[in-house]
């Protein structure tokens, strides 16, 4: 039981730092014509993001699980918002926003994929860059 708990209380810190950051983001990039900037920010900076933790980060660093949880399902989770995005897409139907609703849902779904694409590809550039200095440090030896 304790074990679990330790786990709960890592989540509701990272919980806690990416929802100060979500709230920080979304006073930065208000706009004033009701496009949700700052939620289509976070959404695709998590969607860069996290593939890169998981598949980099971890196994560079040797991180553990309950960092790696804290990280992605604490942070990253609160960080990143499906319910915010449902409110904004469900928000700039309603208004009649017709082309601010296709370019948000465009730019969301297709450029998240991109991105986590690009964040596994970053992850395997950095992994491979480690390998070629490491292979570098040892024929210098």
Same mark, same amino acid.
């Given at each position: 039981?304790?074990?679990?708990?330790?786990?709960?209380?890592?989540?509701?810190?990272?919980?806690?730092?990416?929802?100060?950051?979500?709230?920080?983001? !979304?006073?930065?990039?208000?706009?004033?014509?009701?496009?949700?900037?700052?939620?289509?920010?976070?959404?695709? !900076?998590?969607?860069?993001?996290?593939?890169?933790?998981?598949?980099?980060?971890?196994?560079?660093?040797?991180? !553990?699980?309950?960092?790696?949880?804290?990280?992605?399902?604490?942070?990253?989770?609160?960080?990143?918002?499906?319910?915010?995005?449902?409110?904004?897409?469900?928000?700039?139907?309603?208004?009649?926003?017709?082309?601010?609703?296709?370019?948000?849902?465009?730019?969301?779904?297709?450029?998240?994929?991109?991105?986590?694409?690009?964040?596994?590809?970053?992850?395997?550039?950095?992994?491979?860059?480690?390998?070629?200095?490491?292979?570098?440090?040892?024929?210098?030896?």
């Amino acid at each position: 039981m304790r074990k679990r708990g330790e786990i709960f209380l890592f989540l509701f810190i990272g919980a806690f730092i990416g929802s100060d950051l979500r709230y920080l983001e !979304s006073l930065i990039f208000k706009t004033s014509n009701g496009f949700p900037l700052g939620t289509l920010i976070a959404n695709l !900076s998590g969607a860069l993001v996290l593939p890169f933790l998981i598949h980099y980060l971890q196994d560079r660093y040797n991180l !553990s699980p309950r960092v790696v949880l804290t990280l992605s399902t604490g942070v990253l989770g609160s960080y990143t918002t499906f319910s915010t995005f449902t409110a904004d897409t469900y928000h700039l139907y309603a208004s009649g926003h017709w082309w601010l609703l296709f370019i948000y849902l465009t730019v969301t779904l297709v450029g998240g994929f991109a991105l986590a694409i690009l964040g596994n590809y970053w992850a395997a550039g950095q992994a491979f860059n480690d390998y070629a200095k490491r292979k570098r440090g040892h024929n210098n030896d």
